[in-house]
């Protein structure tokens, strides 16, 4: 397994448990704050050209992680977005400069709104 692979898994695992917990445990409070970072990305305001380059991204990620034998690392949360390098982002077919542009706006809104999840 890959070395940055590792602590994705970790960090599901750990969210996992604490989903489990609240399903199990309705009244407690989980101990990990979700906050804005588990926000789906269809929920976030994107504009169409940033869904449509995220959807062709995740295929495309779909793609190589499938012919590569791996799980693919998809673009899911807002979370995802936030830790996704620039460099990385330009990768991805269909996105540019005014998407990454748009993508880091989104995120900076969620992370300073206070009345954010």
Known sequence: MSDDLEPRIDQCLLVLKELLLLL????????VELGWRAIPIDDLALSVRLENGIAHANAWRRRQAQEKGEIPNLLMTAGDLADISDRDFLRLPNLGRRSLAEMREVIANL??????P
């Open 111 to 116: 992370a300073n709104d206070p009345a954010s």
């Open 24 to 31: 199990l445990r309705p009244n407690e409070r989980p101990a």
